[in-house]
């Protein structure tokens, strides 16, 4: 006899319900608050299932991991943010440069492990089920496992930071990355001191958060109407 294909404990409870909600909504992008405690495998290990877990367009599973923890790796990370940074600074004018030279963006040799994650665009060979026409979604599977980790992360109250300001080709010799292989992410994962209520870009005064309203639209002309009852829900 076959088993039984239907999922056991299939639905949330309000409860379970309320914690996914709270893991998206105390997720936050750590850089300065890193604690130098050990992640136990155990703990990494559940993170990286979640990872692992994220869907894929075919189902290809793009992604690898790479564990970073060599202190020296982490400072050639450290070096290659440090001169993309630099040039970085140089795109803002004015006002905005200055800010932008007090954000602190980056938590690469503070905490206690890297994460690279990276999208192998070959792996299971040229056409894939859902990437016929776009090419492009295999990178997207890769960055939902990104997410996945972050919010698996965040349920450990282990903090995250993605880390972009960084040239592909730096990465890839940093971590000894083939160049057919491409980087998605470099994540710097710890323990943390503590978790801001809100963005630390939101705080600093570099943007605000948009309001869900204002990116909430109905029909095919970008109407507003017949949708009140939404509407209210959306604050
Ligand atoms: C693709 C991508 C790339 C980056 C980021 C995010 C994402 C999605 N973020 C984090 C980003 O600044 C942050 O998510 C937003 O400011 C919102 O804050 P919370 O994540 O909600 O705390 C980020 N942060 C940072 O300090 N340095 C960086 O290089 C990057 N790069």
């Given at each position: 006899?076959?088993?039984?294909?239907?999922?056991?404990?299939?639905?949330?409870?309000?409860?379970?319900?309320?914690?996914?909600?709270?893991?998206?909504?105390?997720?936050?992008?750590?850089?300065?608050?890193?604690?130098?405690?050990?992640?136990?495998?155990?703990?990494?290990?559940?993170?990286?299932?979640?990872?692992?877990?994220?869907?894929?367009?075919?189902?290809?599973?793009?992604?690898?991991?790479?564990?970073?923890?060599?202190?020296?790796?982490?400072?050639?990370?450290?070096?290659?943010?440090?001169?993309?940074?630099?040039?970085?600074?140089?795109?803002?004018?004015?006002?905005?440069?200055?800010?932008?030279?007090?954000?602190?963006?980056?938590?690469?040799?503070?905490?206690?492990?890297?994460?690279?994650?990276?999208?192998?665009?070959?792996?299971?060979?040229?056409?894939?089920?859902?990437?016929?026409?776009?090419?492009?979604?295999?990178?997207?599977?890769?960055?939902?496992?990104?997410?996945?980790?972050?919010?698996?992360?965040?349920?450990?109250?282990?903090?995250?930071?993605?880390?972009?300001?960084?040239?592909?080709?730096?990465?890839?010799?940093?971590?000894?990355?083939?160049?057919?292989?491409?980087?998605?992410?470099?994540?710097?994962?710890?323990?943390?001191?503590?978790?801001?209520?809100?963005?630390?870009?939101?705080?600093?005064?570099?943007?605000?958060?948009?309001?869900?309203r204002d990116v909430v639209w109905f029909d095919r002309w970008h109407g507003r109407t017949g949708e009140e009852t939404l509407l209210q829900q959306l604050?």
């Open positions: 006899m076959e088993a039984n294909p239907y999922q056991a404990d299939a639905e949330f409870t309000a409860a379970e319900r309320d914690s996914v909600y709270k893991c998206i909504f105390k997720r936050r992008d750590v850089r300065g608050q890193f604690l130098p405690d050990p992640i136990p495998d155990e703990v990494l290990g559940r993170i990286l299932k979640a990872a692992h877990h994220a869907p894929s367009v075919g189902f290809m599973q793009p992604w690898d991991f790479i564990v970073v923890r060599d202190p020296m790796v982490k400072r050639k990370v450290r070096d290659a943010f440090q001169t993309a940074n630099t040039e970085a600074a140089d795109m803002f004018e004015g006002d905005r440069q200055e800010t932008y030279r007090r954000l602190k963006l980056e938590g690469i040799v503070e905490a206690p492990v890297g994460i690279c994650v990276t999208c192998d665009r070959e792996r299971t060979g040229p056409v894939v089920v859902g990437r016929t026409h776009q090419r492009e979604m295999d990178l997207y599977s890769a960055v939902c496992a990104v997410q996945n980790l972050w919010l698996a992360a965040r349920a450990e109250n282990v903090g995250v930071g993605w880390v972009s300001i960084l040239r592909h080709a730096d990465l890839r010799e940093a971590l000894g990355i083939p160049a057919s292989i491409q980087t998605i992410a470099y994540l710097c994962v710890g323990y943390v001191s503590h978790f801001f209520q809100n963005p630390e870009l939101e705080a600093a005064g570099w943007l605000p958060r948009t309001p869900l604050g």
